[in-house]
């Protein structure tokens, strides 16, 4: 049974392929990639490394041939990338794929402002309109991402957000990549839809309590309106629409989206899920 995965060479991509490498027969796994000189290592391991790009879709025939079950990994295309995760579906359909993992959200519906949610929920509904079996990983937000927030927060001293008292269950990479790993070589996932999440939810306060620790310095908390929060991030250098999206997120936050805590990770990985804090080991502290 071949298994393959697309966004192989990214970083979810390619930590759930080193997963997939060590419960699986190499030669059954499938690495897809826009560059598959990224993955030399992994191809001398005994995967098939095949080039796929999600614009063009004359790829797709050859890169999902003989592949049964398919890890879909989002592209970084936001408000394009509907279209090109529909084609994949149908191409994925076309070659005789039976099952697709899809890496989604929390909380993918119409009352959820963060920023990807039409995407995703559009994805998930082409998936249960596609006559396949399908399984969706609800990935909570990386916690990896917030090493560097919290690295500011020490060195200003202060933390300016929009969450409110809203918290984030933060989950790691590497945590979503094994629960990847699991589903594609585990049978009895099929119509499920998981959310993906840490051990715990973690509010702005709590982000700062870490930051404090980390740094040896207080951190105050400044929660701001959304609009306020979008034109300091702007003036900082983002671009609009990163601005738009780091603050869609916080939006989300505020209103409860991402705050569920579930047990998916150690039920699918038999090993805990990873704190947040467990990353903050290198952050040097303050000066």
Known sequence: MAIAITGASGGLGRSTAERLLQLADPREVVLTTRNPAALADLA???????????????????????????????????????????????????????????????????????????????????????????????NNLYAHMQVPAIRQMIATGRYVTNTGDGATAYVTREDCAAVAAAVLTQDGHEGRAYDVTGPEALTAADLAALAEKAGGRPVETVIVADDELTAQLEAAGL??????????????TRLGHLCHVTSVVPDLTGRPATPLADLLTDVPPAR
């Open 44 to 138: 001398a391991r005994g995967a098939q490394v095949r080039r796929i790009d999600f614009t063009e879709p004359d790829t797709f025939p050859t890169a999902f041939a003989g592949v049964e079950r398919l890890l879909l990994i989002s592209t970084d295309a936001v408000g394009a990338r509907l279209d090109q995760h529909k084609a994949a579906i149908a191409g994925a359909a076309e070659a005789g794929v039976r099952h697709i993992v899809y890496t989604s959200v929390p909380e993918p519906v119409p009352g959820n402002p963060a920023l990807v949610v039409p995407d995703h929920a559009g994805t998930e509904q082409a998936l249960r309109e596609s006559g396949l079996k399908w399984t969706m990983l609800r």
């Open 239 to 252: 671009p609009p629409e990163a601005a738009k999206a780091i603050v869609s997120f916080g939006a989300a």
